[in-house]
């Protein structure tokens, strides 16, 4: 939300510089995120008035304009031919530099001096609507030579709020102006709405009918005619832009001033278009079609609310109007609209037909019911203002569902214990005033001796929430407002209290803490995210409808769309990591991360089940640690030998990689890891479609571990073994298989048939060629054998080889080669 800071002072006093503002916003829970400046032009570009226009004596495509800049008339050569004796216009004068970084000096054309320069609004960085093309002509009275500064709405300091979704009431200037003013104790200065009603009653041109109560709370709608489409004044233009919103034409920019001014969202029909002028809030039939203002034609369900007239819908509730009902140049009379529809369903709506906008972000947030009236009049009042016309007589307003005041009951016991200091009931009642809360103290409105007020639990205030302040529904809420205002910084400091004892670190932790060691030794950093998520993630990855981690918890009260959820893996996190980066130009990359992941328990309805997980993220090239070894890209191989290292620093042996085709994963790049007989995690590249959707130009690789099958596997007991005392035999094998059998399941197998004699086995070569049958491979291996007590004989290693070859044979059809 961009909050123009001169725009804002004309609703508030402000006692404060935009910086001072921004800080006191963000200390009391509005945090601002920056204060820019919007339109910075030089001091040296002043308003001009134009006395007279001649053509240039050598060229016919020139002029002459002697302009008055407030000193003394100039002579300046101009290529424009929209302006005339009177008009004010924008002046450069020698030595000014504009937007795009040019200087103005003085310059002779076609033999003509001209000192200085008449600019457009491109020139000016602005991007305006005219009625012609060329020079700016400004539409505001002043004396030649006031700078442009002091007299159109630019250099603007502009606040940009990072609103919480819980305050929709900040959406609008003049629910910040209320803000401003809990902290200074200022008063709000409405803008003018009066309206000056003529010609037809509206009941006799149009009626609104809500079909579904429960998602259009209230609908208002008023009629005018006689008007004229045109550019809106430049100011009006100039504060749209300051608050990111592109001016179209008067109507339009009305209806967008109006939502910036009160966060209500309005929309204007071409009445004439309405089928019998009439207005049906209904859900869309299916099989029904509209096409929107962005041309495109959408395809309606009922699950989605529309406006429709007597006929077919002509406008998305709350989040874009039809385009047969457009407001055009020939538009002689139009339909206003301000209504007040159900955030679920229009969030809803606009995610379905991936139409987001200011609007629907203000109607999934919620809006106040009771502005309804006070927009319509303001918007009506600034449109006979801009383009002229008839505001016709009367104002539809239905309204099935009034809002019911709510009251909370608010000790000030309560404040002192929350916030553990002691707050004066005068400051309570300050505090809650500001914040327009109307403030009753129950002894007040009620004496029966169980409302009375009670000497031990302090006063008792019953508390009206404004319609505004939907985000007040408990008396912990209006605490919380207490504590803003009053200011976090002013909580006095306290020791803590509690017991000390003596603890250590529990098995689990000891793993997780030696897990982190071992990787950060193998050259990876570690990383900590959110443990929240967008459920966008979960469709991004691919994940099967029957997946588990598909059943995000969902928050109810979400800081954004992109935190809604409970992480269920430590994928998304990581990726967006990686994101982040590889757009810094960070391209070789090896990160982790260890923490825990949210999945619903069957078993316990209210807390999910936790899962302490790792994930591994590795892109680019290795870490070159030796100048006379280059690095090289990491592959999948590296990934898999960091994992192996894992593993046998935390003293897990009984492990095996099985080939695995994951969703999130590429097709013939994934394992699975399996410890002790069950399924610790996976690794491989991710896959070409998530790469592509994530625009990431090189591979990277992916592993996630549960930690949970390691804290049962781990041994981090150091234990020693004494130097052999007896010789070892070594023994080469070599088995044709089959290209489908699993060299991993080969030495699992090799080793039970070894058993304690078999000290090490390694895989050495694997061989494709003419002497080997067609789909099958030759994979060799080292083996080691040795007793601890003894020298072993040939014929017990012969004997442990037959009853490999034995094994290897029923299991695979391997074949042992021999000489």
């Known amino acids: ?70 000193s003394r008339l100039l ?14 216009v924008p002046f450069a004068l020698p030595g000014a530099v504009l937007p795009g970084g040019q200087e103005i000096q003085a310059a002779e054309v076609k033999g003509i001096l001209s000192p200085g320069m008449l600019c457009s609004a491109g020139e000016l960085g602005l ?101 004229r489409i045109a550019p809106s004044p430049l100011n009006m233009q100039l504060r749209l832009l300051s608050a990111g919103v592109r001016s179209i034409y008067n109507l339009v920019d009305v209806t967008n001033y109006v939502m910036w001014e009160t966060g209500f969202p309005m929309h204007a029909f071409d009445y004439d278009k309405l089928e019998k002028g009439k207005i049906r809030v209904r859900r869309a039939q299916p099989g029904e079609k509209i096409v929107t203002l962005d041309g495109l034609s959408r395809n309606l369900d009922s699950e989605i609310l529309v406006i429709a007239d007597d006929r077919v819908p002509v406008g998305l509730a709350g989040v874009m109007g039809g385009e047969y009902t457009e407001i055009t140049g020939e538009t002689t009379r139009l339909l206003l609209e301000a209504a007040c529809f159900n955030p679920m369903n229009i969030r809803m709506t606009a995610r379905r037909m991936n139409l987001p906008s200011e609007a629907s972000q203000r109607y999934e947030k919620g809006v106040d ?48 214990e929350v916030l553990g200091f002691s707050v004066g009931e005068g400051e309570i009642e300050g505090i809650l005033d500001r914040l327009h809360l109307k403030v009753q103290p ?29 985000d007040i529904k408990e008396e912990i809420d209006l605490i919380e407002e207490i504590a803003r205002i009053k200011g976090f910084d002013n909580i006095p400091v306290t020791l803590p209290v509690g017991v000390i004892t003596a603890g250590r670190p529990s098995e689990e932790r000891r793993v997780m803490d030696r897990a982190k ?75 982790f991360e260890i923490g825990k992941v949210f999945l619903p328990d069957g078993e316990n309805e209210k807390l999910p089940l936790e899962k302490v997980m790792a994930c591994l993220a590795l892109s680019g090239s290795t870490p070159q640690n030796d100048w006379q070894k280059p690095s090289s890209p990491i592959d999948y191989y590296y990934l898999k030998g960091i994992l192996e290292t894992l593993l046998n620093s935390l003293g897990i042996d009984n492990y095996r990689w099985i080939p695995e085709q994951l969703p999130l994963l590429h097709p013939v790049r994934g394992a699975k890891l399996i410890v002790d007989g069950k399924e610790a995690g996976f690794l491989g590249a991710i896959h070409p479609a998530l790469q592509e959707k994530l625009q990431f130009r090189q591979d990277v690789y992916l592993a996630e571990l549960d930690l949970r099958v390691f804290f049962g596997s781990a041994s981090l007991l150091p234990s020693f073994m004494p130097l052999p005392r007896f010789p070892s035999v070594f023994r080469d094998v070599a088995f044709t298989v089959s290209e489908e059998v699993s060299a991993g399941d080969i030495m699992q197998d090799i080793r039970e048939c070894g058993g304690p004699l078999l000290e090490d086995i390694k895989l050495f070569d694997v061989y494709k060629g003419k002497q080997i049958p067609e789909g099958s491979l030759s994979l060799a291996f080292a083996l080691t054998f040795r007793h601890s007590e003894r020298t072993l004989k040939d014929e017990e290693i012969d004997k442990i080889q037959d009853a490999m070859e034995t094994i290897l044979h029923q299991k695979y059809k391997a074949v042992l080669r021999k000489l």
């Open 517 to 591: 060691d071992i990787l950060v030794s193998c050259g990876l950093q570690e990383i900590i995210t959110l443990s929240f998520m967008s459920p966008r993630f979960l469709d991004e990855l691919n994940l099967p409808s029957e997946d588990l981690r598909r059943s995000a918890i969902k928050l109810q009260n979400p800081l954004s769309e992109e935190q809604s959820v409970l992480r269920t893996t430590l994928i998304p996190g990581a990726l967006q990591v990686m994101q982040y980066n590889f757009n810094r130009q960070t391209e070789h990359q090896l990160l």
């Open 1 to 70: 939300m961009k909050v123009p800071f001169n725009w804002l002072r004309e609703y508030v006093e402000i006692p404060y510089s935009p910086e001072e503002l921004a800080e006191r916003l963000t200390m009391s829970g509005i945090e601002v995120g920056a204060v820019n400046r919007f339109a910075p032009l030089d001091d040296n570009i002043v308003a001009a008035k134009i006395e007279n226009v001649s053509l240039h004596p050598g060229s016919e495509k020139l002029q002459i304009v002697e302009v008055n800049a407030g």
């Open 442 to 470: 129950v002894s007040d409105i009620a004496t029966s001796s169980s409302c009375c007020r009670e000497k031990s639990q302090g006063a008792v205030y019953s508390i009206e929430v404004p319609s505004f302040r939907g």
């Open 369 to 416: 019911p009771e502005g309804a009236v006070f927009a319509q009049n303001r918007a009506v009042h600034l449109i006979q203002q801009t383009a002229g016309g008839e505001i016709c007589r009367g104002m539809i307003d239905n309204y099935p569902k009034p809002y019911l005041v709510p009251r909370i009951t608010l000790r000030s016991k309560k404040v002192d």
């Open 127 to 227: 991007d305006l609507v005219q009625n012609e093309d060329g020079i700016l002509v400004i539409d505001e009275v002043c004396k030649p030579g006031t700078r442009l500064t002091d007299i159109l709405f630019i250099n603007e300091p502009v606040l940009e709020l990072e609103l919480t979704p819980n305050r929709s009431d900040c959406l609008g200037l003049l629910g910040v102006a209320y803000e401003v003013a809990a902290h200074t104790g200022g008063r709000i200065i409405l803008p003018s709405f009066e309206v000056e009603e003529k010609g037809r009653d509206i009941h006799e041109l149009t009626e609104v009918s809500i079909l579904e109560p429960d998602l259009c709370y209230r609908y208002t709608a008023r009629v005018m005619e006689g008007f």
């Open 75 to 88: 002579k300046i050569v101009c290529g424009a031919w929209n302006i005339k004796k009177g008009d004010l």
